[in-house]
């Protein structure tokens, strides 16, 4: 079963801290995607990518940055936590291409939050 | 600027009756329609594609219908189940920006 792979399901940093969220997909997918979702706004991208080290900004990439070395990770940096940054990440893969044509496959989110 | 619209209240329905949701969008002129399913503290699963040029798709019990001219999505599940209670969300592509627009999700229950 293929799968996008998150690793906590519930983090709780202090305001100020640098915080990493990683992202393992096993299905040799190009594009990898960052999300947050809050209550009423829905899914706002952040960042993504299509290759390894290649990076384009979402929606909001204000306060995050990101890295990808390696073709199956993908991380997401806060650097410098904020209140207003509490809320779920999802990461999410796509195969190279159309990226409209595939369905994305989703992790199960990162609860973060910022105290 | 584009938009797009899923129903905003939750959708209460009978177990076994069919259920149906609906994706506005404007502004966009979307190659692909694509619907998922998130259950609560979990993310998106995605259902089904349907091009611009298919009015309608099916698997199992989801049926979608896609019209380019009403600018509008219809997703149906038929012989809805209490299990079928999630909510679903609506994305359209249609760009070289290699980006999805969501919606919001409306939030359907079955009851037993």
């Known amino acids: 079963d293929v799968k996008v792979t998150q690793s906590s399901r519930y983090l709780v940093k202090r305001t100020g801290e640098k915080v990493f969220l990683e992202c393992v997909q096993d299905?040799?997918?190009?594009?990898m995607f960052w999300y947050r979702q809050d209550p009423g706004l829905g899914l706002r991208l952040i960042y993504f990518?299509?290759?390894?080290?290649?990076?384009e900004k979402g929606d909001i990439p204000e306060g995050y940055s990101v890295s990808r070395e390696k073709k199956e990770r993908f991380s997401l940096i806060l650097e410098s936590a904020s209140t207003n940054q509490t809320s779920m990440y999802l990461c999410?893969?796509?195969?190279?291409?159309?990226?409209?044509?595939?369905?994305?496959?989703f992790g199960s989110g990162t609860r973060l939050t910022v105290v | 600027s584009q938009k797009i619209e899923q129903n905003s209240e939750a959708l209460n329905i009978q177990e076994g009756k069919t259920a149906t949701l609906t994706c506005n969008y404007t502004?966009?002129?979307?190659?692909?329609l694509q619907w998922y399913r998130q259950d609560p503290g979990r993310g998106p699963v995605f259902l089904l594609l349907?091009?611009?040029n298919e009015k309608e798709k099916r698997k199992e019990r989801l049926k979608v219908t896609f019209d380019t001219t009403l600018k509008q999505s219809l997703f149906h599940i038929t012989a809805s189940q209490p299990a079928d209670s999630a909510t679903y969300l609506c994305?359209?592509?249609?760009?070289?920006?290699?980006?999805?627009?969501w919606g919001l999700g409306t939030s359907l229950a079955v009851n037993p």
């Open positions: 999410a893969s796509s195969p190279w291409g159309s990226s409209g044509v595939y369905g994305y496959t």
């Open positions: 990518s299509y290759d390894v080290k290649m990076k």
């Open positions: 349907i091009r611009e």
């Open positions: 502004n966009y002129s979307p190659a692909y």
């Open positions: 299905m040799d997918h190009e594009n």
């Open positions: 994305a359209l592509w249609g760009g070289n920006n290699r980006k999805l627009i």
